[in-house]
């Protein structure tokens, strides 16, 4: 897990001062790698690299990293988890490799297979730039899944930078500072910015399963793997449980200090029970808080399985003391994330590098409850989306209505559905402020929000279809939160956090079977307790399900005075600010929603220093 920082020209146009705003770049992501830094620059480029040193701890990873005599070079961040077996493969074909790192592979594969055969065969996340000084090209690449970031700003000259960070890549000198309306809207609307948009106008995040390709002929983009590509792929027939054992060895490839994050669910659970199979000595680590009733009982999971266990209390005092360095470390405005921040500072304290998570498993797997409605009622949601639109939009709005004059703002959402559409199933189910609150708070029409939204998020098919909403929840609340958090907030930490349920070939299995395959009765995420086959992890999937949440609401009610002020820092409608506020003091309006406000609130304050 690193950073990486990047200026290419094809006209040969880098300069000292292009080489000077790549080292600014590098070195505001330090954080990201602490352990070493490097650095290349011909005419045409400059790399900028920070390490966290996870594979091949030596001074022969550093990066950039070259081929044999100098003319293919890259920067990654990330595992490529099957990097041994391609490494064999290569050296078999005559390639000498100057160290033991899994990133060397992408530049002698890339000159032994081209780069579309390189691609196909990494089994990873990853996110980097290579760069062929014989052809004068440069590639921007990222995982299937998206689970390293890569962002980008093209220069009106044609030069291009990129960056693991949004913050990153403004020191560039090519992206301007305006913020961006629509990524505040999105960011409203749906819980964080909608990709490919971030909240600056001039920068751009590179779609996962994509790849930039920069040279003579211009920039082309190009995408490699998408969800829906996966589910029309019924090709493979291999075993779950034998694709997840592969998975999971290769995540737990480390030369530093690796760890489980540990809940009482059926994801992390699953993650400890295979990892021991394996033999390795496991540590798992969990939070715990003051209020009792948000604690998970793991010390029974850790004692089953004879892990290195710890707990981590965490207290409300931690939360207002961390939230200026939360504040800090967050890259975008993001609803979530806390809870990554506190358990990865946890890891961080306890000595560790690198850490599975279960992340991606309730998408993958289809876990979340919404998943169970929408196929126990999916022949009711087709009768809805029969009538006219006229009619099914009289009868949102009214159902809508009801419930904000009732208190409830959230059900506003509702008034959506009147369109049928995925998008506002997807709005109703998993939207965050209404349309008309965020139009309140920006002075935007609702419908102008809506149209400003990327495609990206909206999902395609039938009105109701479980197994588009499940696609389209990969895409947006998979991508632009959960995974954008770990990152952020790992990496806050110097922490690298690994999804082996979000490997691509885990995922193309888990896909091939539709939503109803996937349920129960009694069971949560049967397909995967059946392909781990552990009664620990059995008995984990017949327990209500709870997420990993925060005391958030009690926290913050503690403090509610204090965090109102920040809100109001925020360039949107005080009024509106102060009328959410109200509902969130008289339990009409949940904790996470305030903690918006503060964020955009917080992040406004700190643009005016």
Known sequence: MCGIAGLFSCAGKIGPADVAAVSRMTAAQ??????????????????????????????????PLCNEDGTVWVVCNGEIYNYRELMRELVARGHAFRSVSD????????????????????????????????????????????????????GPDGRCAFASEVKATMLSGIAGDAMDPDAVSGFLLLGSVPHPMTWRKDVRCLEPGSYLEISAV?????????????????????????????????????????????????????LVAMARRTGLNVKTLTVTFDEADHNEETSGIAAHYGTAHSEVRVTAEDFLAEIPRVLSAMDQPTT????????????????????????????????????RWLTKYRRELDAFGRPPESARQVLAGIVAGTGVRMGMDSWGRLRGLGAATPASLYLAMRGFFAADVVGRLTGRSAADILQCMPETWAGSGRFGDANAFRMAEMKRYLHDQLLRDADVFGMAWSLEIRAPYLDHEVVEQALAQPCYRHMRAGVNKPALVDAIGDEVVSAAARRAKRGFALPLDRWMRRHSAELLERALQADLDRREIERLWAAFESGRMNAVRAWALVVLGSLREREKR
């Open 103 to 154: 990133s060397e592979i992408l530049v002698h594969g890339y000159e032994e297979w081209g780069f579309d055969g390189m691609l196909r065969r990494l089994r990873g996340m990853y996110a980097f730039l290579l760069y062929d000084s014989r052809r004068v090209v440069c590639y921007a690449v990222r995982d299937r899944l998206g689970m390293k970031p890569l962002y980008y700003a093209v």
């Open 336 to 371: 979530d994330g806390l809870n990554t921040y506190f358990v990865a500072r946890a890891a961080h304290a306890a000595g560790l590098k690198a850490v599975l998570s279960g992340v991606g498993g309730d998408e993958v797997f289809c876990g979340y409850r919404h998943y």
């Open 30 to 63: 330090a954080h990201r790698g602490p352990d070493d830094s490097g650095a290349f620059a011909d005419e045409h480029i400059a790399l900028g690299h920070r390490r966290l040193s996870i594979i091949d701890l030596s001074a022969a990873g550093r990066q």
């Open 218 to 270: 211009g920039l082309r983009r190009e995408r490699y793997w998408s969800i829906e590509q996966a589910v029309a792929d019924d090709g493979k027939q291999e075993a779950l449980g034998q694709v997840l054992t592969t998975a999971i060895g290769q995540h737990l490839i480390s030369d530093a200090p690796l760890g489980i994050f540990l809940s009482s669910g059926v994801d992390s659970t699953g």
